[in-house]
């Protein structure tokens, strides 16, 4: 229930933050939602006037579950306290003020039409504590585009109450089985619109995007040849290799720069980090070790790195500067169990989530601060989770999981609750690579 | 590889053509199936010399239409030109193909890449096929079971392949040898069961040119 006494207030702490991490271009403020220090923002959503007929594409439906997801609003349901406006026109003054009354202070309400060839959406964004509408959104595109107008809007309101940029607009890239072979395949961060992206008939993994969101870094085998680190651009289509050395090139990781990628190489005889400019010219090796390091993952500073290495005996999670310098271990076998790998540091820095192993030998998802304070397991249940990858917002874990029979990727709250799965066809998916909005 | 196997199906392919023609050709009157067991006559070819020479590549010239007083009409297999067998390619083939049947895959414990007793005795016995094709080219694949992590296990593949390749360098093979991993993209077997996984856990010995 929502317990602020307005909209006023609530939006007004929003407000002041939101200008604070605007104005300091810092990216270190941001809503935990798993502290609950921050309350989220009730907000009614009347329905849409429908002007088109939109199969599975409901805006309204699509809007809803993107600010649940948010962990943002806490969204009203306006049967249950018997309001009946919208669909055929805006909401009346009787149901605002219902509604308002009731606490729920935000509210919006939109329409889908028509207008030649094309959709048009429009959203309106109403505080009822000022009787007054704070702004509207216009979105116009072909009828197929619906999905992505509502996501859009989303994205919109969230921005306006925190300043952030909102996550309903990212993607989700992965892999997924084709026969014999592993393709690469991108879909909404929902799960809708998955396309295929590579046609290789044999194996290609791991795909890391670029923070521009235009790249696909990622691993390809071709027959008898050693694993590859290629780039995809998905606006022009075209490939190439980036990383191309002796042995194994695997686990590609974008820097939150855009101009570099940190990767493993078994170029020396056996896995070390490198660093590699995406001109793919100049490498910069940043482990030495007879044991194998490998997986790294950058800080959203790019100051840090973190990864795997087997150098005390068993597989586990460590730091190192970005050029090499201050190796440490986070996790320790006696605190943190015989096998940790796979870190993937939170864009927002505060969690870094890797694959661990409880008793019974499942792989399960943990998470740990980078300083080692806190940790804990986040995955439960009896399937192997693997291949954690985090929302731009920093609250959720992208992951794949054999939890309902096969191979599927699904999302987590970082909290451990709002499991859902997010790929439900007749193949395996695997590895999934979170964009940024 | 597929130039080798172009060849071999080529010279197949024209074995059999050959053979088939001469069953057609004589089978009615050469091959005698006896209660005793089975005896094939040499095929016999009566050719006799023929009033006319006019036989052309199809063996037997124009047909000269039914005649109630016909004439010898002299008839023989089309001229066929059959590609000598290359001796030499068929014994490396045959060598290679019983080579790789002696290269047995060799299994790990989980989580491992030491070589185990048992895994030594096979690459022992490997090492000896290896030594009588010591010219070709050999691949070891390292594979892991489905529990450890995707990254992790191409790495822990790899690792298993060069403890495979150094025991066997170390036992003379002067084959090259490269390496490489799968981690559990490949597996062999796919249930989430132990009588699964240690098939899984396996380094694959592959010769250039073998299936």
């Known amino acids: 229930m929502p317990s602020l006494s307005g909209l006023g207030l609530a939006a007004a702490g929003f407000v002041i933050s939101a200008a604070f991490v605007v104005s300091s271009g810092a990216v270190e403020v941001f809503i935990d939602a798993t502290r609950g220090s921050i309350q989220k923002i009730p907000i009614a959503i009347f329905p849409f006037q429908e002007g088109l007929s939109l199969i599975g594409q409901a805006p309204l439906e699509v809007l809803k579950a993107d600010l649940r997801r948010s962990l943002l609003f806490d969204v009203a349901d306006l049967e249950k306290l018997g309001i009946k406006a919208g669909g055929s026109s805006a909401p009346d003054d009787e149901s605002r003020r219902r509604a308002g009354e009731a606490g729920w202070a935000v509210q919006v309400w939109g329409a889908i039409q028509p207008r030649g060839e094309d959709a048009v959406m429009e959203g309106t964004l109403y505080d009822y504590t000022r009787k007054e509408e704070v702004g509207n959104k216009r979105y116009v595109g072909s009828p197929d585009v619906v999905r992505q107008m509502a996501h859009r809007f989303a994205d919109e309101l969230a921005f306006h109450f925190t300043g952030e940029q909102g996550i309903a607009r990212s993607r989700i890239a992965y892999v997924s089985e084709k026969g014999r072979g592993k393709e690469l395949f991108v879909m909404d961060y929902d799960g809708y619109n998955p396309r295929q992206v590579t046609f290789d008939e044999f194996l290609n993994l791991a795909p890391s995007w670029s923070p521009d969101k235009q790249h696909l870094a990622f691993v390809t085998y071709r027959a008898g040849k050693d694993p590859e680190i290629h780039e995809l651009d998905l606006v022009t289509g075209r490939r190439r290799a980036i990383v191309a050395l002796p042995g194994l090139n695997i686990t590609p990781d974008w820097a939150p720069s855009g101009d570099e990628l940190a990767f493993t190489t078994t170029k020396d005889g056996n896995a070390e980090v490198y660093k590699v400019d995406k001109a793919g010219k100049r490498f910069e090796r940043l482990t030495n070790h007879w044991a194998a390091d490998l997986a790294p993952t950058w800080s959203p500073t790019g100051r840090e790195i973190a990864f795997t290495s087997d150098r005390g005996g068993t597989p586990q999670i460590y730091l190192m500067s970005a050029d090499g310098t201050n190796l440490h271990p986070l996790t320790y076998k006696d605190r943190h169990g015989t096998y940790n790998t796979a870190a993937a540091w939170s864009p927002k820095g505060n969690w870094i989530a890797y694959v661990c192993r409880d008793d019974r030998r499942m792989l399960k998802l943990c998470v740990i601060s980078p300083d080692g304070q806190q940790s804990r397991q986040l995955t439960t249940g009896s399937s192997n989770d693997e291949s954690p990858s985090w929302s731009a917002d920093g609250r959720h874990v992208a992951f794949s999981s054999a939890r309902n029979g096969k191979r599927d990727i699904y999302m987590i709250n970082v909290d451990g609750t709002g499991l859902e799965r997010l790929t439900a066809n007749a193949t395996f998916n695997d590895d999934p690579a979170w964009s940024l909005p | ?211």
């Not at chain 2, 057609?24 to 209660?35: R, Y």
């Not at chain 2, 050719?47 to 199809?58: E, V, Y």
């Not at chain 2, 066997?168 to 069961?193: A, D, F, M, Q």
């Open chain 2, 1 to 211: 590889m597929l130039s080798v196997e172009g060849k071999s199906f080529y010279w197949i392919g024209v074995a059999g053509l050959v053979g088939m023609l001469a069953m057609g050709g004589c089978s009615k009157k050469s091959v005698v199936a006896t209660t005793s067991g089975t005896e094939v006559a040499p095929p016999k070819v009566e050719a006799k010399p023929a009033a006319k020479a006019d036989t052309g590549p199809s063996g037997g010239g124009p047909l000269g239409g039914f005649s109630k007083s016909p004439k010898d009409e002299a008839v023989k297999s089309p001229p066929m030109m059959v590609a000598k067998a290359d001796q030499a390619e068929i014994d490396a083939r045959r060598a290679l193909e019983a080579a790789q049947k002696q290269l047995a895959d060799i299994y790990f414990a989980y989580d491992k890449w030491a070589l185990t007793t048992e895994g030594k005795k096979n690459l022992t016995q490997s090492a000896d096929a290896l030594k009588q094709v010591s010219n070709v080219k050999l691949l070891i694949e390292g594979h892991c079971d489905e529990r450890g992590s995707r990254e992790y296990n191409l790495v822990l593949g790899e690792k298993r392949a060069k403890e495979a390749e150094r025991f066997l360098l170390g036992l003379g093979i002067r084959n090259t040898v490269s390496v490489t991993s799968y981690g559990k993209e490949r597996p062999v077997c796919s249930e989430h069961e132990e009588a699964c996984y240690w098939k899984n856990r396996r380094a694959h010995l592959i010769l250039e040119g073998a299936k």
